[in-house]
Structures are given as structure tokens and as C-alpha cells.
């Protein structure tokens, strides 16, 4: 440890009764094996947080997935040059459960699935883009043969991204264009221009009782992918409907039963491009081919980031910092945020 870095950290920690709260003097970690310590400048909130902590009560573990930040310190056995001291780079944690979180001055991470962001991008606004991004390239091309940005298609084929103004939702729409596809979404009326903007080709109100009749219309009957970013509620049941005649794929975010036979739908965790096993919030051996996944995702993310071809979720900056984080993780699970990401700035924590 620098003499510059201290020894304790402002962090917001479990409480034990599925809740949390800002402590002062949590202890600065170390990098382990194939670790980085990151200085955590922004972090990005999802739903993540609110599940496991109502799930999985903890005592004193840092919340928080998304970061963006600056490489602190290398740990032990991390390749040669990969990383740098001073490097701009975003990615997320598995928080809240055992390992701590982002959601504080100083996080450690995974030293190859991390996304190296440009000057031009700004910690806030990339702070975002990690746990979702890396969910999108997930649902796109973990299980589903899929062109890629790297090697678009000149012929398009239709895919369907359900629930497009979710973080996931929109890096989904983006790739899917940048890799050649027709990208038909379905949002709220109020976020359909925002959805154009990214590259969608049709949207449709996901609330219209004919959403799903429009779609096999639009789409010719023949819509054979999809990826529903909502996963729960009526969702599996619309997106079903809205495939074509012959039935095709779903990439799920969550766990969900597809009411059709000739449509297979498969729920991918994010958590496994670390190649870890882990238990919570679902047992998983580890995956040593989904690690490697993980870093060629990151590196796509990175690329298409220097590229100036991805844009991020619009922020929602928190002010005070981290002071207010507890609010504003039950702000989300009441269901308040909409095509938006709640961003912390680490330092206007008072």
C-alpha cells in the first residue's frame, strides 16, 4: 500500500436487515491474485442492488456493481502489461453477497474483464456501462450465432429487444445495429425517439394489446431472435407471441418459462464471465470458457467505446455522493427509473 492511499475508505456497507448505509472508516482492500485495486471516480446503480440486499441480507459487505475509476495497484499475478497504473477503465463487481462492492472510494477487480475507456468519455457517463453492456454481448452471443460489430452482416435479419430503454436494452439495440441486424424494440411512447436515436429500426408501445401482432406483421412472421431485457411479468408470454411461424430464441435476463414449444428461451447470468464459481444469487460452477467470453466481450465494449460507436445510458447524477445511496437503491425498486442510470460521484460524498 502507497503512503498516499489511506488505509480507511468511505463506503456504503449491508446492515444486516436488507438495507444499507455510509460508513467512514471501512478498510481500503488489497489486490489478490489476478486482481486491480480500482479508485472508484463514479458508479453506476441497477436493480442488482435492491435484489440482493432484500434477498440476500449481509452484514458490513460494500454495495455496488458499476464503476469507472482509475487503476490504483496490480496484484500478484495479473499478465505482464495488461494493465497500467493511472489506466481510465470501467467494469463491475459482484457485490452485496461476499466480495466487496463499488459503491466506495476504493473497489478491487478482476484485472481481465475490465473495459479500458477513452479521455473523451467521461467517469460518469462510463460508469454505466459495464454490467449491462457485458449483459447485452451476453444475450447476443453467448448462446445465440450472431454477427458480431467486429464482422457485420450485409444481409439484415430482425431481432427483437424487448424492454429497449433498460440499460440493457439499449447497449442490446446498439450492437445488434452495429453488427448488421434489424432491430425492432418495444419501450414507452415517451422513449421511443431515444431508442431511434441508437439505432432501432421500429419500436412499438410494449403496453398496446396488439404489441404482439404488430411485431409478426412487421417482421413477416419470421422473427427467429430475441432478447427480453424484462424477463418477468407478461413479458416471456409477449415476446413468445411476437416470434415468427417457425419459433426461434430467447436470451433472458432473468429465470422465466416460455409459454411455446418451438421457441427456446435461456437465462445467461452475467456473473459467470468472471469464470468463477459462486452460490448466490444461484449456484453456478465455474466456467472457464464463459472467462474467456468475458474478456472478448470487455474488449469489443472497449473498442467500439475509442471507436466513438457506443453510447451510454443518459446519467442521473446523484448529488452528495454516496451520502443518500440507500434512498435511492428503494427509489429503483419501486420502479421509478426509466431510461436512465442513477450515478453516484464518488467525491461529492460528504
Same mark, same amino acid.
Given at each position: 500500500?502507497?503512503?498516499?492511499?489511506?488505509?480507511?475508505? !468511505?463506503?456504503?456497507?449491508?446492515?444486516?436487515?436488507?438495507?444499507?448505509?455510509?460508513?467512514?472508516?471501512?478498510?481500503?482492500?488489497?489486490?489478490?491474485s489476478g486482481q486491480v485495486l480500482i479508485k472508484v471516480i463514479a458508479a453506476a446503480q441497477n436493480p442488482s442492488e435492491w435484489?440482493?440486499?432484500?434477498r440476500y441480507p449481509t452484514t458490513d459487505i460494500v454495495v455496488g456493481y458499476d464503476f469507472s475509476g482509475i487503476v490504483e495497484?496490480?496484484?500478484?499475478?495479473?499478465?505482464?502489461?495488461?494493465?497500467?497504473?493511472?489506466?481510465?477503465?470501467?467494469?463491475?463487481?459482484?457485490?452485496?453477497?461476499?466480495?466487496?462492492?463499488?459503491?466506495?472510494?476504493?473497489?478491487?477487480?478482476?484485472?481481465?474483464?475490465?473495459?479500458?475507456?477513452?479521455?473523451?468519455?467521461?467517469?460518469?457517463?462510463?460508469?454505466?456501462?459495464?454490467?449491462?453492456?457485458?449483459?447485452?454481448?451476453?444475450?447476443?452471443?453467448?448462446?445465440?450465432?450472431?454477427?458480431?460489430?467486429?464482422?457485420?452482416?450485409?444481409?439484415?435479419?430482425? @431481432?427483437?429487444?424487448?424492454?429497449?430503454?433498460?440499460?440493457?436494452?439499449?447497449?442490446?439495440?446498439?450492437?445488434?445495429?452495429?453488427?448488421?441486424?434489424?432491430?425492432?424494440?418495444?419501450?414507452?411512447?415517451?422513449?421511443?425517439?431515444?431508442?431511434?436515436?441508437?439505432?432501432?429500426?421500429?419500436?412499438?408501445?410494449?403496453?398496446?394489446?396488439?404489441?404482439?401482432?404488430? @411485431?409478426?406483421?412487421?417482421?413477416?412472421?419470421?422473427?427467429?431472435?430475441?432478447?427480453?431485457?424484462?424477463?418477468?411479468?407478461?413479458?416471456?408470454?409477449?415476446?413468445?407471441?411476437?416470434?415468427? !411461424?417457425?419459433?426461434?430464441?430467447?436470451?433472458?435476463?432473468?429465470?422465466?418459462?416460455?409459454?411455446?414449444?418451438?421457441?427456446?428461451?435461456?437465462?445467461?447470468?452475467?456473473?459467470?464471465?468472471?469464470?468463477?464459481?459462486?452460490?448466490?444469487?444461484?449456484?453456478?460452477?465455474?466456467?472457464?470458457?464463459?472467462?474467456?467470453?468475458?474478456?472478448?466481450?470487455?474488449?469489443?465494449?472497449?473498442?467500439?467505446?475509442?471507436?466513438?460507436?457506443?453510447?451510454?445510458?443518459?446519467?442521473?447524477?446523484?448529488?452528495?455522493?454516496?451520502?443518500?445511496?440507500?434512498?435511492?437503491?428503494?427509489?429503483?425498486?419501486?420502479?421509478?427509473?426509466?431510461?436512465?442510470?442513477?450515478?453516484?460521484?464518488?467525491?461529492?460524498?460528504?
Amino acid at each position: 500500500m502507497t503512503n498516499s492511499r489511506p488505509s480507511q475508505m !468511505k463506503a456504503v456497507v449491508t446492515t444486516g436487515d436488507g438495507k444499507s448505509t455510509l460508513k467512514y472508516n471501512v478498510p481500503v482492500p488489497t489486490p489478490g491474485s489476478g486482481q486491480v485495486l480500482i479508485k472508484v471516480i463514479a458508479a453506476a446503480q441497477n436493480p442488482s442492488e435492491w435484489m440482493m440486499l432484500s434477498r440476500y441480507p449481509t452484514t458490513d459487505i460494500v454495495v455496488g456493481y458499476d464503476f469507472s475509476g482509475i487503476v490504483e495497484d496490480i496484484g500478484p499475478e495479473v499478465p505482464a502489461g495488461l494493465r497500467k497504473i493511472g489506466e481510465r477503465v470501467a467494469g463491475f463487481v459482484a457485490a452485496a453477497v461476499t466480495e466487496g462492492g463499488s459503491f466506495a472510494e476504493y473497489c478491487l477487480a478482476d484485472a481481465q474483464v475490465l473495459i479500458p475507456i477513452p479521455e473523451d468519455l467521461s467517469y460518469e457517463e462510463a460508469s454505466g456501462v459495464s454490467m449491462a453492456g457485458l449483459t447485452a454481448c451476453q444475450a447476443l452471443w453467448q448462446n445465440q450465432n450472431l454477427p458480431t460489430p467486429l464482422k457485420p452482416i450485409s444481409q439484415p435479419f430482425p @431481432i427483437l429487444i424487448w424492454g429497449g430503454a433498460t440499460a440493457v436494452g439499449q447497449f442490446a439495440i446498439q450492437l445488434a445495429k452495429l453488427s448488421g441486424l434489424q432491430v425492432i424494440t418495444t419501450a414507452s411512447p415517451k422513449n421511443h425517439e431515444l431508442l431511434r436515436s441508437l439505432g432501432a429500426d421500429a419500436v412499438f408501445d410494449y403496453r398496446d394489446p396488439a404489441v404482439a401482432a404488430k @411485431i409478426v406483421e412487421y417482421t413477416g412472421n419470421k422473427l427467429a431472435h430475441a432478447v427480453d431485457c424484462i424477463s418477468q411479468g407478461d413479458s416471456p408470454t409477449l415476446v413468445s407471441a411476437s416470434m415468427g !411461424k417457425n419459433g426461434g430464441y430467447v436470451a433472458l435476463v432473468l429465470k422465466a418459462d416460455i409459454p411455446r414449444a418451438d421457441v427456446k428461451g435461456e437465462f445467461a447470468l452475467v456473473m459467470t464471465l468472471f469464470g468463477k464459481a459462486f452460490e448466490i444469487p444461484m449456484q453456478y460452477p465455474a466456467i472457464p470458457e464463459h472467462y474467456e467470453l468475458g474478456k472478448k466481450f470487455a474488449s469489443i465494449m472497449s473498442q467500439l467505446l475509442f471507436e466513438g460507436k457506443l453510447k451510454s445510458t443518459p446519467v442521473k447524477l446523484i448529488p452528495n455522493g454516496l451520502q443518500d445511496a440507500q434512498n435511492w437503491i428503494e427509489y429503483q425498486q419501486e420502479g421509478k427509473v426509466s431510461a436512465e442510470k442513477i450515478t453516484y460521484r464518488i467525491s461529492d460524498t460528504p
